[in-house]
């Protein structure tokens, strides 16, 4: 967030803030934020709740600019994740996945988040169209039986780390500490198979693309990194998918959403043509000017 984002943010959602900083425990459709050391994987994993999906996405939209530092707003402490999982600037590698369920077997619609590689947008951010784009697609096919092992492994992620973790140190009982062998742990759960702990896929249920997760962010340190937060019915095919926001992760460990993403970068030519029209109207009204003289 920018300086000025924050401020506004302080000042317009402290009421925000006290009601959203723990959970009494997990429900379905409570949106996780999972992270991990990729460069370890056997390093504790941090999994913070912060809550219904719906009223997560509702908070950060009325912030200033429709978009939240979710380490203020649901008090889960950056420097203790780094502290726990190493620093990207130590040369470790922090994924962050973001995941929500139903639960229900009979309704497996899940929330995910896939990867934004080239943000094209105004002040190098994303736009919605951005979301679609290198190593993530918008709908991938899928089957319902897939979905259905997805949406148990989250439920489960989510009722494991209540049940087996511990409060992550200067956080909120939001945020939760689980150990990486835990058969209920985020690693465990979310890894494409016990012989592919860099890749996270549900256990193999979601798509991935190369030897990278398209659903998880990779922090390095190396600068911002963004992510999509889909919508995803359950069924099977193509189509339905609805996008509701994006997350920068950055070096320092905070992580950001924002339901509002930048316009397009004009290109050079449109530049050209929108200076040449407002030539045009210069040389028009300095016309008219001496004509009324």
């Known amino acids: 967030m920018t300086k000025i984002q924050k401020v506004l943010f302080a ?69 203790s994740i780094n502290t726990l999982l190493g620093a990207s600037s130590s040369g470790n590698v922090i994924g962050l996945t973001a995941a929500a369920s139903t639960g229900a077997l009979s309704s497996a619609s899940i929330w995910e988040s896939r990867q934004i590689v080239t943000p094209t947008g105004a002040g190098g951010l994303p736009t919605a169209a951005d979301a679609n784009n290198g190593t993530t697609t918008s709908a991938p096919t899928r089957q319902t039986s897939f979905e259905t092992t997805a949406s148990t492994a989250i439920k489960n992620i989510g009722l494991g780390a209540y ?20 058969g209920n742990s985020f690693q465990t759960k979310g890894q494409a198979s016990t012989g592919q702990p860099g890749l996270i896929s549900f256990g193999g249920s979601l798509p991935v693309q190369g030897n990278q997760s398209s659903l998880e962010l990779q922090q390095d340190g190396s600068g911002n990194f963004y992510s999509a937060l889909w919508s995803v019915p359950n069924g099977t095919g193509t189509s339905g998918d609805t996008l509701l926001g994006y997350f920068t992760f950055q070096p320092s460990g905070e992580v950001d959403f924002s339901t509002q993403f930048a316009s397009a970068v004009p290109e050079p030519s449109t530049y050209a043509f929108v200076a040449g029209l407002g030539l045009l109207g210069l040389v028009a009204r300095r016309q008219l000017r001496a004509l009324a003289a």
């Open 11 to 79: 000042a317009a959602g402290v009421s925000l803030v006290v009601g959203t900083q723990a959970q009494a425990g997990y429900a379905n459709q409570d949106l996780l934020l999972n992270f991990r050391n990729v460069t370890t994987t056997t390093d504790s994993d941090v999994t913070v709740d912060v809550g219904n999906i719906t009223t997560f996405v509702n908070t950060v939209a009325a912030q200033p600019g429709g978009t939240a530092d979710l380490n203020s707003l649901y008090n889960f402490s950056a420097a």
């Open 163 to 182: 049940s087996s973790g511990t409060v992550l140190s200067g956080s909120s009982a939001n945020a939760l500490v689980v150990p990486s062998a835990n």
